[in-house]
């Protein structure tokens, strides 16, 4: 009774707040003079290349970009400047003027390896302070622990800044949500902080409120009987030593609902780390230690999953018949582990499912006809198994697939003509290393988006359909590739595997159809895919000439068309193409001169040609009949000159990298560097499905 008319009550209010602030909002003239020239004297301190804050002119300071005023008093109470571009080598501390101010983000703001600005700690009313993605450096101040209001701490991915000591972290009991993640929390600096490290976790003792945490790379421990004053909802650690076993005090943690501990050194079985977690709808645990099999029961520890992430670690044992009880599962990825016996024949009952990641394991069987039930699949990475059989027919039903790996196994069978009538969305088709024999089906000319087709090392004849030619996601289409989430996966290129991150294999245009048994003519249609990255027909059958019009082929930088039995000249279109860096073309029955210029100038290895008895020309041995004397006077020149040539071609060969770089060239240096990076990015981007999922919308 009581509470109802509290809560009518409560209605009033809001009614009556309502109104008022309908009429506030005409009646005040907004911001205060005072906050007005305190803000032009702010932005003042800075500059703003993109010219982003234009409106920050005129009367009234409430209707700037970026800024909240009360409805009432007209103070300013926010200041949201995050992602803005803006430039300065120091902030003014006219920001303290705003005593009313108690949401401040400054994310991004480029600071020029400035200090951090100390008077932020004494903004007693901050409320919520994100300093994210700042360029300062040197150490936190520690009169950060004067704000008692914050509830928000977003110091991450601040390059350079130094957190010496968290003491004052122990001062702010308002705290909801801290996040220190890429911040360099590692006591390596010096003795005193290593000393420090086992009470890292004393400064969390009184932040009862907290229920997101997020932090990167350290090593602190704590003592297995840690009772936590928190009880998170959200938790990230990532790069974090915290010592084989799952930490007792995250067990506790049971409302938890984003659980990612990345890299954290866990070697515990998962039954000895997870108990009931009611609400937990994302577990990231790759790239751990962490052994034996899956829990029979985990259906029931986690209830509510949307994202299962375990890849990388020591998992092994089948995969329980009780996963496909996890019917809100979206994604779900167990790649390279030590998983064995046959994929659960009930899989198809998770019919949310849109990606399953199995790579790498010792999984055998086939893949059940159930999976029909998944007809939301976009991605199927089964590759490196030991699965056999066919593709099940049924798989048309999964219409929605975009991704499918399935190489590194023992499938057989022809390749099936339905992929080319039910999966219009596929992308990526990766079926090399199997058992597929019979010819290329022409169906699968009908796949449009396709922009990765890799059928090498199977058993497959007959000729390369002409209407490849047709593939139009091998030929360039402006945004085509920017509108699909990719995998990371591994190909062949260039003659080297490597792996290709998710974000550079949606720019990866590659068609490998190597080592097989295909015969006929190299259908001159190929030559308009001028999107291609990679062909390789390599270890065929394949006789005929070299497509005239190869050099139409503009993006290629891997051309391995080796070992079959092309004949004729070799076109000298070839060396318009001027971003290859790999090309083979060996033991053929290749004749004439070599042509040369360009970008072929600095792909001058013999090997590239050799095996073809009747080639001629430079960087063969052997020199062409006609003109033989003006040759061989040219070819001493050569010679004389060799040093000079040899540092032109360097610096040639470094010039077209970088130009190769920029327009989609995966080196292993670019792969590497950038691979972390959009990882994040495309777990941030993960992250946005399963909320919007969530919360509709
Ligand atoms: C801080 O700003 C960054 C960049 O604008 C944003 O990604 C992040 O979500 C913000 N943090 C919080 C806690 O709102
Ligand atoms: C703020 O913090 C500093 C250092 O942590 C401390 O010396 C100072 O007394 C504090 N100021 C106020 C007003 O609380
Ligand atoms: C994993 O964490 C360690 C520190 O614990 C770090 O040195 C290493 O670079 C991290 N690896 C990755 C892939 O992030
Ligand atoms: C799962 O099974 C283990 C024993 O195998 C048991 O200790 C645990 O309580 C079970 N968890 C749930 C949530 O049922
Ligand atoms: C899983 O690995 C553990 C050791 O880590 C071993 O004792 C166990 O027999 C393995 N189980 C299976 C099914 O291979
Ligand atoms: C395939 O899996 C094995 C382990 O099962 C691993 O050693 C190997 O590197 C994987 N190969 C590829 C190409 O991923
Ligand atoms: C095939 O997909 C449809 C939705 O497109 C779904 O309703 C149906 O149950 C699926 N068929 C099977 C056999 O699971
Ligand atoms: C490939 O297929 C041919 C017949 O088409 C067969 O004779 C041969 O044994 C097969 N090779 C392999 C490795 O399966
Ligand atoms: C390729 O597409 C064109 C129309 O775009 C069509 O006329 C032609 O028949 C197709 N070629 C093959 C071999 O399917
Ligand atoms: C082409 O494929 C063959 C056999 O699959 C492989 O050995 C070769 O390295 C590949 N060529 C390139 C340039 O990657
Ligand atoms: C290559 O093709 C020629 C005819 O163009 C034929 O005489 C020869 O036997 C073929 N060589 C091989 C190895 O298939
Ligand atoms: C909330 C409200 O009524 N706002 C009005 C205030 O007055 C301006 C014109 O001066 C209107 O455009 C707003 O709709």
């Given amino acids: 009774m009581s509470s109802a008319i509290l809560l009518f009550f409560i209605l009033f209010i809001e009614f009556f707040a309502i109104c008022c602030s309908v009429k506030a909002v005409n009646t005040t003239f907004g911001c205060t003079a005072g906050e007005r020239k305190a803000l032009l004297r702010f932005r003042e301190s800075f500059s703003d290349p993109y010219s982003t804050l234009s409106s920050w002119k005129g009367e009234d300071c409430c209707t700037w970009l970026g800024i909240r005023c009360d409805k009432f008093t007209g103070h300013v109470i926010s200041l949201d400047l995050g992602n803005k571009d803006l430039q300065g080598k120091t902030l003014d501390s006219s920001l303290l003027e705003l005593k009313h101010l108690s949401y401040l983000d400054l994310s991004g703001f480029d600071f020029q390896y400035n200090s951090f600005p100390a008077f932020i700690g004494s903004m007693k009313q901050l409320q919520y302070l994100n300093l994210s993605l700042m360029s300062f450096h040197g150490v936190v101040p520690h009169n950060l622990g004067n704000l008692s209001s914050l509830r928000v701490l977003d110091l991450s991915r601040i390059d350079d800044l130094i957190v010496d000591d968290l003491a004052w972290i122990s001062r702010l009991s308002s705290l909801e949500h801290l996040d220190l993640s890429y911040v360099d929390l590692s006591p390596t600096k010096d003795l005193l902080k290593f000393i420090g490290r086992y009470s890292f976790w004393d400064h969390f003792a009184k932040l009862s409120k907290l229920s997101d945490l997020r932090l990167s790379s350290f090593k602190f421990k704590v003592k297995l009987d840690w009772v936590p004053p928190f009880q998170l909802r959200w938790l990230v650690l990532e790069s974090c030593d915290i010592g084989g076993q799952f930490p007792q005090w995250v067990q506790m943690q049971k409302e938890l609902g984003y659980l990612y501990m990345e890299n954290c050194s866990i070697s515990d079985t998962l039954s000895n780390s997870l108990y009931k977690y009611k609400n937990m709808f994302v577990l990231f645990l790759s790239n751990n230690h962490i052994q034996g099999p899956i829990p029979n029961n985990i259906s029931q520890m986690l209830p509510s999953l949307l994202e299962l992430q375990l890849d990388q670690n020591s998992i092994n044992g089948s995969l329980p018949d009780s996963l496909c009880e996890m019917t809100s599962l979206i994604y779900m990825d167990i790649s390279r582990n030590h998983l064995s016996g046959n994929l659960p024949e009930c899989l198809g009952n998770l019919r949310d499912l849109m990606g399953i990641g199995l790579s790498s394991n010792e999984i055998s069987g086939v893949i059940p006809n159930s999976i029909s039930g998944a007809y939301l699949l976009e991605y199927l990475k089964l590759n490196n198994n030991s699965l056999t059989g066919k593709l099940p027919f049924t798989m048309k039903n999964c219409t929605n697939l975009i991704v499918v790996d399935i190489g590194e196994n023992k499938?057989?069978?022809?390749?099936?003509?339905?992929?080319?009538?039910y999966l219009p969305d596929l992308r990526l088709l990766r079926l090399r290393n199997n058992k597929f024999y019979g010819q290329i089906p022409f169906e699968v000319c009908q796949l449009l988006k396709l922009q990765m087709l890799d059928l090498a090392n199977n058993n497959l004849t007959g000729g390369i359909p002409n209407c490849f030619g047709n593939l139009s996601g091998m030929v360039p289409n402006s945004n085509y590739h920017y509108d699909w989430v990719a995998e990371s996966f591994t190909e062949v290129l260039k003659g080297l595997e490597l792996e290709y991150s998710s974000e550079m294999s949606r720019f990866l245009v590659n068609l490998d159809v190597s080592n097989n048994n295909l015969v006929g003519k190299i259908p001159w249609e190929l030559t308009r895919l001028s999107d291609l990255i990679g062909l390789n027909l390599s270890h065929n059958h394949l006789v005929g000439e070299i497509p005239e019009l190869i050099g139409d082929m503009k993006s290629v930088e891997s051309l391995d068309l080796s070992n079959n039995n092309l004949s004729g000249t070799?076109?000298?279109?070839?060396?318009?193409?001027?971003?290859?860096?790999?090309?083979?073309?060996?033991?053929?029955?290749?004749?004439?001169?070599?042509?040369?210029?360009?970008?072929?100038?600095?792909?001058?290895?013999?090997?590239?040609?050799?095996?073809?008895?009747?080639?001629?020309?430079?960087?063969?041995?052997k020199k062409c009949e006609e003109g033989s004397m003006v040759q061989s006077i040219m070819d001493n020149h050569v010679a004389a000159n060799e040093g000079d040539n040899i540092i032109d071609d360097k610096v040639l060969l470094s010039i077209v990298i970088i130009c190769g770089f920029a327009t989609g060239f995966w080196g292993v240096i670019g792969f590497l560097v950038i691979n972390k990076r959009w990882r994040q990015a495309y777990f941030e981007f993960a992250e946005e499905r399963i909320i919007r999922r969530l919360f509709g919308g």
């Fill in 570 to 621: 070799i076109p000298s279109s070839l060396s318009d193409l001027s971003f290859i860096s790999h090309l083979n073309l060996s033991n053929n029955n290749l004749s004439g001169k070599i042509p040369t210029g360009r970008q072929l100038q600095t792909l001058d290895y013999p090997s590239i040609y050799e095996g073809n008895p009747r080639l001629c020309g430079a960087p063969l041995p």
């Fill in 411 to 421: 499938f057989l069978g022809k390749l099936p003509k339905w992929i080319g009538n």
